[in-house]
Structure formats: structure tokens, C-alpha cells
């Protein structure tokens, strides 16, 4: 039998003020709040009705978890700690099968994207999306066999995210598509000229 691919989105609850807080002292807590709150709604509406993964909706703060959220979604808490640890515990306690993990700041998330992923890990224990910035939109493991220590020393929200990572494996994973996680003007501004055009 088949395992069955998880999709984690990371999302936090869209409270003004809440949200793309980096963002928001740069273009405003009202503008960043709305671009959190549309991209949210883009990545979840496109990526929670593909019969390809399970749809799970990790959320900060726990107390988010009630909603409301799409009904296509199995909702659960990133409970405590940084970045890493929130994820390391979320590939340690899903079901059996791949699991692929995005953040919900990445408006230019498809479908293919994803499918791209789990195709690689097919051949590959990992694999990335890299982000623009030097961080990652996408991190998947096919956590078999597990891959120990993965986010330590890490150092988020920087350029060094990505390497930081990439040096914590013993064997080469898979790169795809390079995107935008939009965290300061700069992307942003990029976001809204795609939008338009």
C-alpha cells in the first residue's frame, strides 16, 4: 500500500498586527495584515483541494486552531519553541508517508510546485524550495530513514538559512523551484508587480 503524501501549511492565526510584523515596518501594519490575510487565502485554496496529499494547517498561536478555517484542512497547533522546533515536531508526529512543509507567505505557491516536491523525494531524502532571499518557501523529508537534528543552529529570517540547513545533511537533497516568501518591502513589491501583470 501506497503511503500517502502530508502537506503542511505553517500559517499563523491573521490577526492585524499579528502578522508580517518585519513586513509591516516597512510598507505598514494595515497593508502587511492584508497581504497576510490574501496570500493565507491564495495558498490554502489552491493547495487544499489536490487529491495528490493530505491538507494539515499547522497554527501559531494554538489558540488559533478553532478557526475558522477551510473544512478541507486538518487543523493542529505548532505548539512551542522556535521555527525549527515547531517544525521538527510536526515531521515527527503526522502519519507515515513524505512530508512536505510551507509557509503561508508565498502567494506564488501552485499546485506543480508541490507535486514537483514529493516527486523528488522520490529519489531524494529530502528536498527544498529554495526562497530568493536565501531562506527557504519549502522544506520536505521523505522521513524514512529520519533525518536527526535538521534545524539545529539554524539561523532564521537570514540569508544563511538555507546553507544553515543544507550543512546539517550527510547526503544531497533535491532543489526546486527558486520563490518569493515575502517578508520585507523588496518582495512585496515584487508580489504586487506579478499580481498585476
Same mark, same amino acid.
Given at each position: 500500500?501506497?503511503?500517502?503524501?502530508?502537506?503542511?501549511?505553517?500559517?499563523?492565526?491573521?490577526?492585524?498586527?499579528?502578522?508580517?510584523?518585519?513586513?509591516?515596518?516597512?510598507?505598514?501594519?494595515?497593508?502587511?495584515?492584508?497581504?497576510?490575510?490574501?496570500?493565507?487565502?491564495?495558498?490554502?485554496?489552491?493547495?487544499?483541494?489536490?487529491?495528490?496529499?493530505?491538507?494539515?494547517?499547522?497554527?501559531?498561536?494554538?489558540?488559533?486552531?478553532?478557526?475558522?478555517?477551510?473544512?478541507?484542512?486538518?487543523?493542529?497547533?505548532?505548539?512551542?519553541?522556535?521555527?525549527?522546533?515547531?517544525? /521538527?515536531?510536526? &515531521? $515527527?508526529? =503526522?502519519?507515515?508517508? %513524505?512530508?512536505? #512543509?510551507?509557509?503561508? *507567505?508565498?502567494? @506564488?505557491? +501552485?499546485?506543480?510546485?508541490?507535486?514537483?516536491?514529493?516527486?523528488?523525494?522520490?529519489?531524494?531524502?529530502?528536498?527544498?524550495?529554495?526562497?530568493?532571499?536565501?531562506?527557504?518557501?519549502?522544506?520536505?523529508?521523505?522521513r524514512r530513514p529520519p533525518i536527526p537534528g535538521l534545524f539545529?543552529?539554524?539561523?532564521?529570517?537570514?540569508?544563511?538559512?538555507? /546553507?544553515?540547513? &543544507? $550543512?546539517? =545533511?550527510?547526503?544531497? %537533497?533535491?532543489? #526546486?523551484?527558486?520563490? *518569493?516568501?515575502? @517578508?520585507? +518591502?523588496?518582495?512585496?513589491?515584487?508580489?504586487?508587480?506579478?499580481?498585476?501583470?
Amino acid at each position: 500500500m501506497a503511503l500517502v503524501n502530508h502537506l503542511v501549511v505553517f500559517a499563523r492565526q491573521p490577526r492585524l498586527g499579528a502578522v508580517k510584523t518585519r513586513l509591516g515596518s516597512e510598507i505598514g501594519i494595515v497593508p502587511a495584515g492584508i497581504f497576510y490575510r490574501r496570500a493565507l487565502g491564495l495558498v490554502l485554496g489552491r493547495l487544499g483541494r489536490d487529491s495528490r496529499w493530505r491538507p494539515w494547517l499547522a497554527v501559531t498561536p494554538d489558540r488559533g486552531v478553532d478557526g475558522p478555517w477551510p473544512l478541507q484542512w486538518t487543523v493542529f497547533p505548532q505548539g512551542p519553541g522556535g521555527l525549527g522546533r515547531r517544525m /521538527a515536531r510536526a &515531521l $515527527a508526529t =503526522l502519519p507515515p508517508g %513524505p512530508v512536505a #512543509i510551507v509557509g503561508a *507567505d508565498v502567494p @506564488d505557491i +501552485r499546485p506543480a510546485h508541490v507535486a514537483r516536491a514529493f516527486r523528488a523525494l522520490g529519489a531524494h531524502p529530502a528536498v527544498f524550495g529554495p526562497a530568493a532571499d536565501g531562506g527557504y518557501w519549502l522544506v520536505g523529508l521523505r522521513r524514512r530513514p529520519p533525518i536527526p537534528g535538521l534545524f539545529e543552529g539554524v539561523r532564521w529570517s537570514t540569508r544563511h538559512a538555507l /546553507a544553515d540547513t &543544507l $550543512a546539517n =545533511l550527510d547526503r544531497p %537533497p533535491a532543489l #526546486i523551484d527558486t520563490l *518569493d516568501d515575502v @517578508d520585507d +518591502r523588496a518582495s512585496w513589491e515584487r508580489w504586487r508587480a506579478r499580481a498585476k501583470g
